[in-house]
C-alpha cells in the first residue's frame, strides 16, 4: 500500500470516526470523539482519551461503554471496511465487561461477527464441560486445564454483512437498563442507523450481483450487464461464513 492510499484511507476513516462521535453523543452528550490514526498500513478508530463512554440512569452513572474499529479498504481498494471492531459494555469502572461485540473480517476458527456474554450459568458450564472436542474450538476446551465460561462462548451475530452496529447496542442500553437520553436521541440512533444498513446493503449486492439483478429485475427494473468488463462472481466466502 503506498503512502497515497494511506493517506486516502485515513480520509475516509476520518469521516467515520465523525458518525461514531455522532451516535454516542446522540446518548452522551459530552463523550470524547473517537480519532482515526495510522497505525502499520491499518487505521484504528478509537475514542482519544479512551476512557470510553459514561451511560447514566436517572442522572448517575451505570455503565461505561467502550468501542474501538481497525480499517481497511475492502477487496477492491474502493470501500473503507472495518477488518475487526469490538464493543464492549462494562458495570461502572469494572475491569470485566458485562458483554461484549466482537468483529474479525478474517476469521476463521469462530464466527466473524460474535457476543461474548460475560457471566456466571451452571448449566452452561457444566454442559461446555462435556461437549464434544471434534471441532477446533472443540478440542482446544478439551486440551485445557480450566473449568469452561460463559463468555468462552461465540454467539453469531449475522456474519460480514449483517452484524449489529453500535448504534444497535446503544439503543439496547437505552431499551433494556434505562439508560438516560435527550429528546430525538433515538431518532438520532435510527437515522445513522439507516445509512449503515445502506452501505451494507450496497456491500451485499456486490457479495451476489446476480441474485441483486434478479430481485432488481421483479421489481420492474431493466437491468443490463456491461460486456466491456469482466462479469462479477458471487463472493462465496461472504455468503457462507458463519
Not at 473503507?80 to 469494572?94: C, K, M, N, Q, Y
Not at 465487561?97 to 473480517?105: A, D, K, S, T
Not at 456474519?159 to 431518532?187: C, K, N, W
Request: with cysteine.
Amino acid at each position: 500500500m503506498t503512502d497515497g492510499d494511506v493517506e486516502a484511507l485515513h480520509a475516509e476513516a476520518e469521516e467515520f470516526a465523525a458518525i461514531l462521535t455522532r451516535t454516542v453523543r446522540a446518548v452522551a452528550p459530552g463523550s470524547d470523539p473517537f480519532i482515526a490514526t495510522i497505525l502499520d498500513e491499518r487505521v484504528r478508530v478509537v475514542q482519544k482519551p479512551g476512557e470510553g463512554v459514561s451511560l447514566d440512569v436517572d442522572g448517575v452513572p451505570l455503565l461505561t461503554l467502550k468501542a474501538n474499529f481497525g480499517c481497511c479498504w475492502d477487496d477492491h481498494a474502493r470501500f473503507l471496511s472495518v477488518e475487526r471492531s469490538r464493543i464492549a459494555v462494562f458495570a461502572g469502572s469494572a475491569s470485566q465487561p458485562l458483554f461484549r461485540y466482537e468483529y474479525e473480517r478474517s476469521a476463521t476458527s469462530v464466527p466473524a461477527a460474535h457476543l461474548h456474554v460475560h457471566a456466571h450459568r451452571d448449566a452452561l458450564t457444566f454442559a461446555l464441560s462435556r461437549a464434544g472436542s471434534s471441532t477446533r474450538r472443540g478440542s482446544r476446551r478439551a486440551e485445557g486445564h480450566s473449568v469452561p465460561a460463559v463468555q468462552d462462548v461465540h454467539f453469531p451475530l449475522g456474519g460480514h454483512r449483517f452484524r449489529p452496529a453500535l448504534e444497535d447496542v446503544l439503543e439496547m442500553l437505552v431499551d433494556e437498563f434505562g439508560v438516560d437520553q435527550l429528546e430525538g436521541s433515538l431518532a438520532e440512533l435510527r437515522d445513522v442507523r439507516a445509512q449503515w444498513r445502506r452501505i451494507q446493503t450496497r456491500a451485499a449486492v456486490r457479495d451476489a450481483p446476480r441474485d441483486a439483478a434478479d430481485s432488481l429485475r421483479a421489481l420492474g427494473y431493466t437491468i443490463t450487464w456491461d460486456h466491456d468488463v469482466l462479469e462479477p462472481a458471487d463472493r462465496l466466502d461472504r455468503l457462507e461464513a458463519l
